[in-house]
């Protein structure tokens, strides 16, 4: 077996144990001894992960067929074999994407590098021809990662006509593939990042001056390829998968320009902040740039497009959430995803899951939509993120016919998508899935108080899970969430609005019942955004 399939079953097979052994005690003791909440969420999330399994997505994507030659198929394209394969790896899942390549294409491949994060390889290095690099601790660009990323630009250099390169790409790969233009050192990249953050640039325009200043992002690891053909294998962690922003595009075009630049300096005051190298560079073509868009920093090879690059989406989170609603059904839940797109302050959206549970358990699901609409927190979520505006519109559709069938909704699931965030205003230590199943439980318990009524016919348990199994800083891939847990905490002397005021969720989960409502994996070995899943069950089955 390769060893990213290994990995890869040994990773399922500790969550697995996770679940069975931690995570059941604990929702048992929330949901008043019923399990079937318990043994629900354990499976729907066991399945989602199984799903974007890296290993066995690569074996999905790519075959290899017998006939006067060995082809390989990836898609609608073929590539003859004939020993001629090079393999560039970087990001958090592609150990298992690399480990199946291997096992798929055997001796075709003839050499390689994978940069993927500190704390991944154990002995896979013997006898492999794709060499195996750490770097980016703490998922910042470090010298080992540099060190990588100049190899791997080493091996696209010296590839020829009539070879491929198989371009590995998962989440994460653009702190593991950092490769700054010459002149300017990993330092001053680090700084310009933090220039820009500060300032209050969003993500976009990071990487607009991140391709900018790289030899690898936006294209140019492609264009040092040529003429050799590439495939991209990528494994998305980026909501609506754009194949520009995944590890910032390193086998896509991009259109930056020096005037993009400039006008981005120019818009948060950074002219004369920015490192002294970098300002060498602006100011060298400032004049014959600016007010133009014809000078690119990155030339496409033919026409503004790479025809030698074939660039597949082998995973998304569209395949975890769509996994995890048929896993639910096959338990007895009626399941509904609700986005893929799921985006917007991670603490809104907790209170949004709460706000719907209350509602349906107490009136039912037509008149939780109804309601849901109203509250400030719905309306701040999506005031911003169009698509999640688009994916409740439909929504609400689907649980218009469930309502028909079941009133109010027990035995439910509704299943979410995305990448929320946290903006930090405490000094607690938390991630976003935390923060989450936290603030749902806050809200959720705060509207139970509120409305006096008794216990409804199903319970509510929120699951907010990191498919990559880190989330934030801490060693938890997520939470579990329920209103009951404000109870506990309070009798435990833990105060839970306290700690969400001061994003201090981890250390909340982590003093409540010894930690017994994290969710602790371990590196999965993927990475695509997180899952939410809102289970109602009925108390009497």
Known sequence: MAYGGLRATLIFSKYRRMLSNGVSATVGSVVGGHQRSLSAARDICREALASVSPSQLVHGSVRVEKRDAHVMRVGDKEYVLNHNVKVVAFGKAVLGMVGALESILGGH???????????????????????????????????????????????????????????????????LLPCPIPGVTLDEKRTVTELLSKAGANIKELNTFRKFISQTKGGKLAEAAYPAQMVGLILSDVIGDPLDTIASGPTTPTRTTHHDIITLT?????????PQSIQNILSRDRNQTRGTESTRETVPIENGSYKHVHNVIVGSNR???????????????????WSHSVQGEARLLGEVFATLAHCAVESGLRSAVSELRKTPSFVNLI?????????????????????????????????????PIVTVTGDGKGGRNQELALAFSVKHHQLKQESGSPAGPCECVLVSLGTDGQ?????????????????????????????????????????????????????????????????FTSIHP
């Open 266 to 274: 120019e818009k948060y005051n950074l002219s004369q902040s920015l």
């Open 109 to 175: 491949i003839v050499s390689g590098v994978a940069s993927v994060p500190v704390g991944s390889v154990r002995d896979f290095n013997n006898g492999r021809k794709v060499r195996i690099m750490e770097g980016a601790a703490h998922n910042l660009p470090d010298q080992p990662a540099l060190c990588a990323a100049e190899e791997i630009l080493s091996v696209c250099r010296g590839a020829g006509e009539g070879e491929v390169v198989v371009a590995v790409i998962s989440g994460g790969g653009s702190a």
């Open 471 to 535: 989330d934030g800083p801490t060693d938890a891939a997520g939470a579990l969430g329920h209103s009951s847990i404000l109870t506990t905490a309070t009798a435990q002397g833990l105060d839970g609005e306290e700690s969400l005021r001061r994003n201090d969720s981890h250390s909340f989960f982590s003093a409540l019942d010894g930690g017994q409502y994290l969710l602790r994996t371990g590196l999965t070995g993927t990475n695509v955004m997180d899952i939410h899943c809102l289970l």
């Open 383 to 419: 005031r911003e993120n169009p698509a999640m505006a688009r994916d409740f519109d439909h929504l609400k559709g689907k649980l218009a016919r469930i309502a028909e069938d079941m009133g109010r909704p027990c035995d439910f699931c509704l299943i979410s998508g995305g990448e």
């Open 319 to 337: 395949l975890a959430t769509e996994a995890a609603a048929a896993k639910a059904e096959s338990v007895g839940y009626r399941a509904v995803v």
